[in-house]
């Protein structure tokens, strides 16, 4: 624990104007108020914020942010109110404690309605002003630092997964990489320590085999620029098992497929000298296609800016390279905090700095996100689409006129027209890309220019969701649908009641609801139906306010995991695409759909059923010319609550015994449960094999997929797609 006077010592050294007084009383008030409060590690509870406030110096944050730290539990733990503050330490600090002490725990669960309400907080308070995030990602980072001490292993995880979800993205943008980075190893430690821990023994392996060949290689890059008059510091740095772990699931690649686990940075003096760098790389090892990328020029949405470049490079090693300045590179591990410093006689963050540098507003990314939740309609949507808009990279696209337009990479025109003005979106009704027209469906790539066609009134057919990506486009489509939705969420609410009062033996025929009506003050059976069909209230808690008496066995059938399977029961997991009764569904043994993936439904041409495919399943292709047989699907929120479905996994496995043993504890250990197992393609050295496998969702299978792969003796793990 950093004492008082290092504390200060800390601040002092980078921030001249820094007001000893404040941070002294700071504190003094803190460790006062916090008394003999313990964590769970039995360090006392004071230490936390010391703490804190020491991650925040390492950042060179104001003496605001640091008094702010200091006190940032005070009013939630303590007998502290913001007048108290206001009083003591002045309105500035008061409002930044105040507005980290609203950002409630995200408990992701709890029932969405929390969540929401808390993301909603959160995004509001921190959009404001961004030293409330900085504060509370340092107040997250310790946690994490100290997780192990939580006896709970259900909290333990729960932590660590609301870190890997919300904190990790909010960090990467605002472009505090060292942070998010982190975040991530941390939480992925205690979320998933098997398949880190088999990372890692890959890594050690590699460290010992090329290791040395690490500074050698750096040492011929630097040589090669100093030849040329570029005075260049050069160094390698080996990928982190999070970053691995996740290019293994979204790339579906072996470990040894890999060509980045190990890049070299190259750190030169201006902007000009790193177009010249590039140039002396290139001249000298052949550049891999495809693989430049210009952040200079346009730099990332979090202002990361650098040149990017794969080379096959000395001794036939395939080498990625960043190429930047030391300005840069501080903006690339610090994000917005390497703007803080000392100018006309005060500290604090520099705007113009930042903006003479090429970078823009910090709070930028954060208000995109205000204006998800101002359009977000269903609260689990709002939730899914707010971590949507964290998470994804970017694209550049112009409009006619040339103004330039970031969007996710990945993003379609109905997202370029939502992001243009809401009135765009609104009235879209087709699209040019680069003077010619194109599906609504079609992706748009680097410097396209995009030119929307508008109808005269608004338009938002069902399947409109299925042709956007980002959240701001998502949210307000689906406030255009939801008057629309409204009655099939009642009967898929009341099919939902009816099946488990059903389950447990009981009728619902011959009870009123009236109960639960008061229970939870809805005016109506169809409004109380509509709430169980969005999710908001499960049946099983109108079971037992109707027959509070429920015996164990009775509760445990109407409880009891379901397993999601065509036939008539479909009806209460698929929703959407003009459902009409009397149509049989079923799900395409082709592509295995379970909750998680994207959806979509093909009418039997005979019209008396539905197939229910992956709208990446292969079978697809046989369709695209009968766009009047294709439904637009979507999950309902009684597929992702306790139930379990089945999916294929195909994996190509070493002959070698006990490897096929190693590969079903793996999926054993990461909850999957085998039902079928098929041995095909047999050969000398290797074969494959078929796995079915009971999962909860595609995030489920994927983790199983990605654990599998990270094992050395299965060579590949694909998802059975048709």
Same mark, same amino acid.
């Given at each position: 624990m950093l004492r008082q006077y290092e504390l200060i010592d800390k601040v002092s050294s980078y921030d001249p104007t820094a007001d000893e007084a404040i941070l002294n009383r700071a504190y003094v008030y803190a460790m006062r108020m916090h008394g003999s409060q313990k964590r769970a590690s039995g360090d006392p509870y004071f230490a936390h914020p010391i703490e804190v406030a020491g991650i925040l110096t390492d950042y060179r944050l104001d003496t605001s942010t640091i008094?702010?730290?200091?006190?940032?539990?005070?009013?939630?733990?303590?007998?502290?109110?913001?007048?108290?503050?206001?009083?003591?330490?002045?309105?500035?600090?008061?409002?930044?404690?105040?507005?980290?002490?609203?950002?409630?725990?995200?408990?992701?669960?709890?029932?969405?309605?929390?969540?929401?309400?808390?993301?909603?907080?959160?995004?509001?308070?921190?959009?404001?002003?961004?030293?409330?995030?900085?504060?509370?990602?340092?107040?997250?980072?310790?946690?994490?630092?100290?997780?192990?001490?939580?006896?709970?292993?259900?909290?333990?995880?729960?932590?660590a997964r609301e870190t890997l979800d919300i904190y990790a993205p909010l960090a990467r943008s605002i472009g505090c990489h060292r942070i998010c980075s982190e975040l991530e190893e941390l939480a992925f430690e205690h979320l998933n320590p098997v398949a880190r821990d088999a990372i890692g023994?890959?890594?050690?392996?590699?460290?010992?085999?090329?290791?040395?060949?690490?500074?050698?290689?750096?040492?011929?890059?630097?040589?090669?620029?100093?030849?040329?008059?570029?005075s260049a510091r050069v160094f390698g740095r080996e990928k982190n098992p999070y970053s691995i772990w996740r290019k293994l699931q979204r790339k579906s690649i072996g470990f040894s497929q890999l060509s980045d686990?190990?890049?070299?940075?190259?750190?030169?003096?201006?902007?000009?000298?790193?177009?010249?760098?590039?140039?002396?790389?290139?001249?000298?090892?052949?550049?891999?296609?495809?693989?430049?990328?210009?952040?200079?020029?346009?730099?990332?949405?979090?202002?990361?800016?650098?040149?990017?470049?794969?080379?096959?490079?000395?001794?036939?090693?395939?080498?990625?390279?960043?190429?930047?300045?030391?300005?840069?590179?501080?903006?690339?591990?610090e994000g917005v905090a390497a703007h803080w410093r000392y100018k006309d006689k005060s500290y604090g963050f520099d705007a113009e700095a930042q903006a003479a540098e090429g970078?823009?507003?910090?709070?930028?990314?954060?208000?995109?996100?205000?204006?998800?939740?101002? #359009?977000? &309609? +269903? =609260?689990? $949507?709002?939730?899914?689409?707010? @971590?949507?808009?964290?998470?994804? !990279?970017?694209?550049?696209?112009?409009?006619p006129k040339g103004k330039l337009v970031s969007l996710p990479r990945g993003a379609m025109p109905l997202d370029f027209a939502y992001a243009v003005h809401t009135d765009v979106g609104d009235t879209c009704i087709g699209v040019k890309i680069n003077g010619e027209l194109k599906p609504l469906?079609?992706?748009? #790539?680097? &410097? +396209? =220019?995009? $030119?929307?066609?508008?109808?005269? @009134?608004?338009?938002?057919?069902? !399947?409109?969701?299925?042709?956007?990506?980002?959240?701001?486009?998502?949210a307000a489509i689906r406030r255009h649908i939801r008057i629309a939705e409204k009655e099939e969420f009642t009967r898929l609410?009341?099919?939902?009641?009816?099946?488990?009062?059903?389950?447990?033996?009981?009728?619902?025929?011959?009870?009123?609801?009236?109960?639960?009506?008061?229970?939870?003050?809805?005016?109506?059976?169809?409004?109380?139906?509509?709430?169980?069909?969005?999710?908001k209230i499960t049946p099983g808690q109108i079971l037992d306010i109707i027959f509070p008496g429920l015996n164990a066995s009775e509760r445990a059938a109407a409880m009891a995991t379901r397993r999601i399977e065509g036939g008539k029961s479909a009806r209460l997991f698929?929703?959407?695409?003009?459902?009409?009764?009397?149509?049989?569904?079923h799900f395409g043994a082709c592509c295995t759909p379970v909750p998680g993936d994207r959806i979509v439904g093909i009418v039997d041409p005979e019209g008396t059923?539905?197939?229910?495919?992956?709208?990446?399943?292969?079978?697809?292709?046989?369709?695209?010319?009968?766009?009047?047989?294709?439904?637009?699907?979507?999950?309902?929120?009684?597929?992702?609550?306790?139930?379990?479905?089945?999916?294929?996994?195909?994996?190509?496995?070493?002959?070698?015994?006990?490897?096929?043993?190693?590969?079903?504890?793996?999926?054993?250990?990461?909850?999957?449960?085998?039902?079928?197992?098929?041995?095909?393609?047999?050969?000398?050295?290797?074969?494959?094999?078929?796995?079915?496998?009971?999962?909860?969702?595609?995030?489920h299978l994927t983790n199983i997929a990605a654990a599998l792969r990270a094992n050395p003796s299965i060579e590949t793990v694909e998802r059975a797609k048709g």
């Open positions: 008094v702010t730290a200091l006190l940032h539990d005070v009013i939630e733990d303590c007998p502290v109110t913001p007048e108290d503050i206001t009083e003591l330490f002045g309105p500035e600090i008061a409002e930044m404690v105040e507005g980290v002490t609203k950002l409630t725990k995200l408990e992701l669960n709890s029932e969405y309605t929390k969540q929401a309400e808390n993301l909603r907080k959160f995004i509001l308070a921190i959009s404001k002003d961004v030293r409330v995030l900085m504060v509370k990602l340092a107040d997250r980072l310790h946690n994490m630092r100290t997780l192990q001490y939580i006896k709970n292993p259900a909290k333990r995880e729960r932590i023994r890959r890594l050690e392996a590699l460290r010992n085999e090329q290791g040395g060949a690490v500074a050698v290689v750096s040492g011929e890059i630097a040589a090669k620029l100093e030849a040329q008059g570029i686990i190990y890049a070299f940075r190259v750190i030169v003096e201006s902007e000009d000298e790193c177009y010249r760098a590039l140039g002396v790389i290139h001249r000298a090892w052949s550049s891999v296609p495809e693989r430049f990328k210009d952040y200079i020029s346009t730099p990332k949405r979090n202002n990361y800016r650098s040149l990017h470049t794969t080379v096959v490079g000395p001794r036939g090693m395939r080498i990625e390279m960043q190429i930047r300045t030391e300005a840069m590179d501080r903006v690339a591990e970078g823009r507003d910090p709070l930028v990314n954060l208000r995109h996100l205000v204006q998800v939740l101002e #359009h977000g &309609g +269903d =609260v689990e $949507e709002l939730v899914e689409h707010a @971590k949507l808009e964290m998470y994804l !990279d970017q694209v550049f696209v112009f409009t469906r079609t992706q748009m #790539h680097n &410097g +396209d =220019v995009v $030119e929307v066609i508008r109808g005269p @009134k608004p338009v938002a057919p069902q !399947d409109w969701r299925t042709l956007t990506v980002t959240g701001r486009a998502r609410g009341r099919a939902t009641v009816e099946q488990t009062f059903e389950r447990a033996g009981k009728s619902r025929a011959d009870v009123s609801l009236k109960p639960a009506l008061e229970r939870f003050a809805v005016a109506s059976e169809e409004e109380l139906h509509h709430l169980v069909g969005r999710g698929v929703k959407g695409g003009g459902l009409t009764p009397g149509v049989s569904l059923g539905l197939t229910v495919h992956a709208i990446d399943c292969a079978k697809l292709a046989e369709f695209e010319d009968r766009e009047e047989l294709w439904r637009d699907l979507q999950w309902t929120p009684e597929a992702e609550r306790n139930t379990v479905t089945q999916s294929r996994l195909t994996a190509t496995i070493r002959n070698a015994p006990g490897v096929l043993g190693q590969a079903c504890t793996v999926i054993g250990d990461a909850g999957g449960n085998i039902v079928n197992l098929r041995m095909h393609r047999r050969q000398a050295d290797f074969f494959d094999v078929d796995f079915d496998i009971e999962v909860k969702d595609a995030r």
